[in-house]
């Protein structure tokens, strides 16, 4: 078995190098997938994040140094280390020579030292290509990470092509958010995800939509700005004649390296009014607001386990197009790694 060194690494253009050696045969890497990531992206975000001091770059090299055998970024945030996307990244060849565990032990190893105890490690792949996340899923699995939550799914729809569905509700309308305020948003997001046994177990995983302080925390990013532009009728509030029934919450990011495309953030019915129509007239009045603001497409997200979600979804023309799963682990003095 050849031998390797693992070091960290201190400028910026040596672990480009490197790091573009080692994702080579990662499939986003080599082609296009549209709303993947793409290399020129990603570059731009190692680049970026790299003078933060506190973050983690290692790169395994043959004893010759000519040979990339791996690398693995770990981002250091409120005292929690984060695996890199898609990695560690080792090429195909040099995956049967256990660099790829003995990276990931080199990085608990400093995150212990560094007093960082809790590691998470996100992995998105294409929906028609499950495979693609195999070898990263197998070897988490191996190094003790543990599932956080269910799959998520992620959903693209094509606004120039989706097909609108008229509400029928008679005396439905809606109103913007500047007669609404965030604490009563915050309401409704607990009365339509948090309020029945069968919505708790489909997203009491989820503290910014089951918990009250974490979901007020997300709404005011969203109304800063934090994560795209969110005007006051991209959330609306859905009144059957006086009574609140329903809300959807959008923003629109401005993203160098995907189409103009909208977010639909939270969109949600009250139990007792669901299967009435009133969830086609919150989406065709959130996609109409992305059209106005220059959007082509739609993208929303949900857990896997959200099966009737992903049944409207699918009706009004969204397609799956990812697969989400979220890592994390504890570190102990006591980690082992199982035997090869």
Sequence with gaps: M???????????????????Q?????????????????RNEMIEEITKEFAELDNLYLVATSKDAKEIFGVLRV?????IGTLGRWEPA???????????????????????????LKVKCLLRYPSDKPETGNWHIILYEKCGFKQKGPEGVMLLADLFK??????????LHLVNRDEVSLEEFVDFTMKAYASTAEDR????????????????????????????????ECWKVALLEKEVVGFVIGFVPKEKYRPA????????????????????????EIHSCFKKYGCRYSYVGTPKTNHPALRFYQKIGYRPVFELRSFEKTLTTLDNFPKQ
């Design 2 to 20: 050849p031998e390797y060194d693992i070091k960290q690494v201190q400028s910026i253009e040596k672990f480009l190098k490197y790091w573009t």
């Design 22 to 38: 080692a994702m080579i045969d990662t499939h986003w890497f080599k082609e296009h997938i549209l709303f993947h990531y793409t």
């Design 75 to 79: 981002k250091i945030k409120e005292n």
């Design 90 to 116: 080792v090429p195909v060849k040099f995956r049967n020579t256990e660099v790829d565990a003995a990276l990931i032990q080199k990085a608990f190893s400093w995150l212990r030292a560094n007093n960082v």
């Design 162 to 171: 989706t097909e609108m569905f008229p509400s029928k509700v008679k005396n």
């Design 201 to 232: 177990a489909i997203h009491g995983f989820d503290p910014n939509v089951s918990r009250r302080e974490k979901n007020i925390k997300v709404l005011q990013a969203i109304k800063r700005g934090n994560f795209g532009f969110s005007p006051p």
């Design 261 to 284: 495309h909208g977010v639909v953030a939270s969109i949600g019915v009250f139990p007792e009014f669901r299967r009435k129509g009133i969830a086609y007239a919150l989406i065709n």
